[in-house]
C-alpha cells in the first residue's frame, strides 16, 4: 500500500478564529471556505478545518470537550533556524498559545510549540538533517 496522507481534518469551534491563526499566522491561503470548513491545500494533502460538531457527526463520534483527546503534534519544519522564534511569535499574535519557546533540543536543530485556537499542538522546528525541497516536502534524512 502506498504511504501517503490525502487529508487531515481537525476539529474547530469557531471558524473565523482558525482561519485568523491559519491565514494570518502562517499565511495559508484557503482554497475552499464553506459555512461550517476550511481547505488549505498543502504539499502532497489537504488540510481541513471543519466546525467541531459537524466533523463529530460526520464521524458518528461524540464531541468530548476542548482540543484532542490525547497528546499529538503537527509539525511545520522552515528553512533555516532564525525562522523558528519569528513564526512561533507570528502565530501567538494570531491568535495561538504559546507552549513552549523556541530552544536547541538536544539532538539539534530548534524548535518550539504553539497550540491553535482550539488546543492543536503545531511543532515549529528546523532540522538541519532534514532538507526541505522547492515545494516544501520534508525528507526523512539522517
Given at each position: ?31 475552499y ?19 467541531k ?5 460526520d ?17 511545520h519544519?522552515?528553512a533555516?533556524?532564525?525562522e ?21 533540543p ?12 482550539d488546543g ?23
Amino acid at each position: 500500500m502506498q504511504q501517503q496522507i490525502a487529508v487531515i481534518t481537525l476539529g474547530i469551534g469557531d471558524l473565523a478564529r482558525a482561519r485568523r491563526f491559519y491565514s494570518v499566522g502562517f499565511g495559508w491561503t484557503p482554497v475552499y471556505e464553506g459555512e461550517d470548513i476550511l481547505f488549505y491545500q498543502m504539499n502532497g494533502f489537504v488540510l481541513g478545518l471543519w466546525a467541531k460538531e459537524a466533523l463529530a457527526q460526520d464521524m458518528q463520534r461524540t464531541v468530548a470537550g476542548d482540543g484532542p483527546t490525547a497528546p499529538f503534534a503537527l509539525a511545520h519544519n522552515v528553512a533555516t533556524q532564525a525562522e523558528v522564534a519569528p513564526l512561533i511569535a507570528r502565530l501567538v499574535e494570531a491568535g495561538g498559545e504559546l507552549l513552549r519557546a523556541a530552544d536547541a533540543p538536544p539532538h539539534g536543530g530548534m524548535r518550539g510549540y504553539v497550540a491553535d485556537p482550539d488546543g492543536h499542538a503545531w511543532e515549529i522546528a528546523w532540522n538541519p538533517a532534514w532538507p526541505i525541497d522547492a515545494e516544501g516536502r520534508v525528507t526523512f534524512a539522517l
